[in-house]
């Protein structure tokens, strides 16, 4: 049982770039999350799902964009990176409501944008 | 203002020691309150979870709730040296988490 599998572990894009980062998850949640974290500013969500074909706006979303073409996936796209994007990028999943009964967090992707 | 908030640390203890955490918040609203470790250059993981007031045992672990005060309190009993971590509070209802306190135990 792998819970969350984030790729790639480590990016480093040039300014302008576009890149796609996967999350995939093996629990049958139906809740799916991104979250960013810098320090000092603690995790930040970006995007989540609700379920398959459904994505909404978190606290961060600009610059970003999600699909959730299969409920086991959310993918979440970078159209043209900018160095404010640089970040550590978590996946997180649960099976209930509002976090109900917690998050399942993947191990992050540490993206630099030069 | 922030809707979390939680001294950021670092907090160093001798091996043995209760530590208490701590995280305030602003939202009256229904809430789910949780508490996540995270070792450095991993995900966070849960330690506990509870939306009532009052305290909550688990092990080591007392999670504490003051919905009056909007106070969220972890303790963390005979603290070993693999508690040296980040410590996260967190309001999932409202998707938010406090910046964390990083805590070191001392052997």
């Known amino acids: 049982n792998a819970g969350v599998t984030q790729t790639p572990k480590f990016r480093v894009l040039k300014t302008g770039q576009s890149m796609t980062l996967l999350c995939a998850q093996d629990m049958n949640h139906e809740y799916m999350y991104w979250y960013r974290q810098d320090p000092g500013m603690g995790l930040r969500l970006i995007h989540y799902?609700?379920?398959?074909?459904?994505?909404a706006k978190g606290e961060v979303p600009d610059g970003y964009n999600v699909s959730r073409l299969k409920k086991q996936n959310f993918l979440l796209g970078l159209e043209s990176a900018a160095p404010s994007q640089t970040s550590v990028y978590f996946c997180?999943?649960?099976?209930?409501?509002?976090?109900?009964?917690?998050?399942?967090f993947g191990s992050g992707t540490r993206l630099t944008v030069v | 203002q922030k809707e979390v908030e939680q001294d950021p640390g670092p907090l160093s203890v001798p091996e043995g020691a209760i530590v208490s955490l701590n995280c305030t918040y602003s939202?009256?609203?229904?809430?789910?309150f949780m508490w996540y470790r995270q070792y450095s250059r991993k995900g966070p993981e849960l330690l506990m979870y509870?939306?009532?007031?009052g305290n909550k045992e688990d092990g080591r672990f007392t999670a504490q709730v003051d919905k009056s005060s909007k106070y969220i309190s972890l303790f963390i009993r005979d603290s070993q040296p693999s508690d040296s971590a980040t410590y996260l509070c967190?309001?999932?209802?409202?998707?938010?988490f406090g910046p964390g306190t990083r805590l070191s135990v001392l052997p």
């Open positions: 967190a309001l999932t209802a409202d998707f938010v």
């Open positions: 509870t939306y009532s007031s």
């Open positions: 799902s609700v379920g398959e074909g459904t994505t």
């Open positions: 997180a999943s649960n099976g209930l409501y509002r976090g109900a009964g917690g998050y399942t």
């Open positions: 939202n009256s609203a229904f809430q789910y």
